[in-house]
């Protein structure tokens, strides 16, 4: 069994990764606790299309989905998603999306459970437990280097120009 604090890195990892691969813009992710909240990933979106309001559906739904793409049951993986999915649901009854809430829902699962996905959520969630906060350019990166078009040494220049350089360490 998980404990709580990575649970919520996966969670947040989830919404990060789904930005990153449905590109909407994301300002940062965290796991710092509020007392609303054991975690966000805040963005700077608008929603002006169908096509749009799917996409962040979507990504508000991956958190839960990662959750469940890494296999933790549905009573480990829903709780604390009531906002996710209300915001969810309200944008697909606004837009009539595909299969309302719950076919979100499951391309949420489709897309956290594909391999790729599987690995830069790690990576994404080993980054949000090491600094608690990331930018959009740091989950970025770490997106590339579970894709392989950064490399371990690309990367540790990279960490280094940001100020922190600890060892590379893959997800997996």
């Keep these: 069994m998980m404990d709580q604090a990575r649970l919520t890195a996966l969670h947040e990892a989830g919404h990060a990764l789904a930005h990153v691969r449905l590109q909407i813009d994301q300002m940062r992710a965290s796991i710092v606790p509020t007392d609303e909240l054991q975690g966000a990933v805040l963005s700077n979106c608008d929603v002006w299309t169908a096509a749009g309001a799917e996409d962040m559906a979507i990504a508000d739904c991956a958190g839960c989905a990662a ?12 709780p604390g998603c009531d906002s996710d999915f209300e915001s969810a649901e309200s944008l697909a009854d606004d837009w009539s999306l595909e299969g309302g809430l719950e076919g979100c829902k499951s ?7 594909r391999p790729e996905n599987l690995t830069a959520v790690a990576l994404i969630a080993e980054h949000l437990l090491m600094h608690l906060t990331l930018d959009a350019e740091y989950t970025q990166v770490l997106v590339d280097v579970a894709d392989g078009e950064t490399t371990e040494e690309e990367f540790e220049r990279y960490l280094s120009m940001r100020g922190h350089a600890p060892p590379f360490k893959a997800a997996g």
């Design 67 to 78: 959750l469940k793409a890494v296999g933790q049951a549905d009573d480990a993986a829903a």
């Design 107 to 113: 391309r949420a699962v489709d897309l956290m459970s």
